[in-house]
């Protein structure tokens, strides 16, 4: 949702493409990653690498808070 990634955007600097994103957003990509949406628009959106959305919804990493 924007809000949530207003939110990301001004707590972590998401900029960098292994940015460590709380908690609550990698549930919001999970989500919409299952609903169907790409993960190259998810990392677009969060700013984050494709690779990176992938290591999340796959529960590949801990990088989240």
Do not use: M
């Amino acid at each position: 949702s924007p809000h949530i990634t207003a939110i990301t955007r001004h707590a972590r600097s998401v900029d960098h493409p292994q940015a460590v994103l709380p908690a609550v957003v990698v549930a919001e990509i999970r989500r919409r990653w299952s609903n169907g949406e790409r993960q190259v628009d998810l990392a677009h959106e969060y700013g984050v690498s494709r690779q990176h959305v992938y290591d999340l919804v796959h529960r590949r990493t801990r990088a989240y808070e």
